[in-house]
């Protein structure tokens, strides 16, 4: 049967979608993706002009938004987890520990982060501005320590939309929010993550302890979480790209940053779509400087990997970006099997441009990593070829820099390092079952997990589908695979 539709009525279907796309995309819609994708509410009713959101105006702008069409990020399905985010037991300050004199990022100590929010419906506000510019302020407590007017709001794509309300989801904390400088131990931003898809707890801070020692990585530590005196348990929390991390990894002020956020359909993959910058800024998050210049050398960048010859393209790049760094990045993406990451989906990362006007690439979103299976995209992680996506044009990071034999030779001797040095379970396991070990015991009391104190028990060594079982099976492919260098 064929279906004949008359042109009349196809114009009048375009239209009609055309009216829809400006409200589709203000809410996410068909098109949102990026996790730090924002609907702009706070200039629109912060009447006291002070670029925070009171209680009355935050009022005003959920009426606003119970308006307007259902943003398609709330109305996703989530699926079933264990647990059934029944409260938690109360904890007070007198009951933890103080940690004054251990860095922020000590994966030796759990640290207890209290929040005070002014209302009791603290998380159906949160709910409400997700995915918008909107930050609730509150009270923070840590270490004894009070910090007032602490920005709040969820953050994370399916990491908080696969996630039904009152289970943990992930949260961003940003201490400078109205007070410039207001910081948690040098550190404005946190980013607390609710360990979706794993049970262990564990992978972003393994992956991040190992990449650490090849490349500048956000780094990762612990908060025991407590809402309005109620626990919320265990929250990894991952370190901000910011002006914090440039200094503290590159020891300078100043660069540019972008972020390649995920999605399933991202295209960051760094090829050159022609010199119109326009046509970079939806795939590729300017955070700070934003100019004609910046823009310019980061265009210039994906024309030279692009369009450069293969027997010409080192040298070209070598002046303009940290070859050898993408070479180690690119090595840690496949090494871990990070399903997530730029050699499956062209996102997830960040670039940054240094003083000298060259280019760095860094991890960014690693919490799908050391998983056996990465789903339908990638299939068995365990044996995840090494040379991947070598014809892959989508990703010139990839196929064009691997495509030099040097270059291959370079980046295979840090993937076979990787598996010497930093997968044997006989190195890696200690750092994660102290860790483990430590957890337990909140683990087990957290009546807002994502998954049952079984899941996390096996998670460790338990068999297949553990830790364990992924470090020792994928490091005997790797060694396997690539010969002594």
Known sequence: MSFNIK????????????????ALAQFGGFFGGGSDDQVALVDRFDDDDNGVLNAAERLQARNYLAGQPASSRSGRRWRNRTGNGSPGDQISQSEVGNFQNFPLYDTSVIRTVFLQFD???????LEAFHGTDVQVPVTAIVDGETYQDVGVRFRGNSSYSMVPSGMKRPLRLKFDLLHEEQNLYGYRTLNLLNSNNDPSFLRTILFSTIANNYLPTPQLGLF??????????IYPHQQQFNRDFVEEFFSAEGGVRWKVPGSPRARGGMEYWGDDIDDYRDTYEIDNRDNQANWAALVNLFRVLDQTPLNQLEAALNPILNIDGVLRFLALDVALANSDGYWTRASDYYIFLDADERFHVLPHDFNEVMSAEGGRRSGNNLRLDPLVGLNDATKPLRSRLLAVPALRERYLAYVRD???????WDVIGP????IHEMITDDVNRDTRKLYSSLSFEQSLDGGAGSLQHFFEERRAYLLSEIPAI
């Open 224 to 233: 025991r979480l407590v809402i309005n005196g109620e626990n919320w348990g």
């Open 431 to 434: 750092v994660a079952t102290d």
């Open 119 to 125: 209302n009791g419906d603290w998380e159906a506000e």
């Open 7 to 22: 042109p009349v009525y196809l114009l009048i279907l375009t239209i009609m979608l055309l009216a829809t796309l400006p």
């Open 418 to 424: 990787i598996a010497e040095n930093w997968m044997d």
